[in-house]
């Protein structure tokens, strides 16, 4: 038994925003922990954070989900995005929502205000993108 941790401190360490556990010298992520703890089987697909708060590992909070699903779960633009909402980039005539479905990227319109534009990609993702809790 180690004296380097005290009884009731939070188990784990920080890895891009998850936390993580180490288990006889294995790292298992907490949120694959807690769907083990909480269905006695170990999880049959990926885990998903509905919120996508990845260290948020309350069991409301968690889904199975595949690939596809949990990677449609996006609320935060991508690092590159200038105007700072999810699907929505500046174009010379305002600001234009766009949407990847199957793999191919739709425009869904343009339009002057930036939150009109987020307004139809959220729309549109809610639509299109199943596996989305935006």
């Not at 697909?45 to 989900?65: C, G, K, M, P, S």
């Not at 139809?120 to 199943?130: C, G």
Request: charged share 20%.
């Amino acid at each position: 038994m180690s004296n380097a941790v005290r009884a009731g401190t939070v188990a784990g360490s920080d890895h891009q925003g998850y936390v993580r556990i180490n288990i006889r010298g294995q790292r298992v992520f907490a949120h694959v922990l807690a769907v083990l703890y909480v269905t006695g089987e170990w999880p049959s697909a990926e885990v998903d954070h509905r919120d996508t708060n990845r260290a948020n590992n309350r069991w409301e909070n968690l889904r199975i989900a595949d690939a596809f699903s949990n990677a449609q779960n996006q609320r935060r633009p991508h690092s590159n995005n200038t105007v700072g909402l999810l699907g929505v980039r500046r174009n010379h005539k305002g600001y234009q929502a766009r949407i990847t479905v199957g793999g191919k990227r739709l425009c869904l319109g343009t339009r002057a205000d930036a939150e009109q534009a987020f307004a139809l990609y959220v729309d549109a993702k809610r639509q299109l993108h199943p596996g989305n809790t935006l």
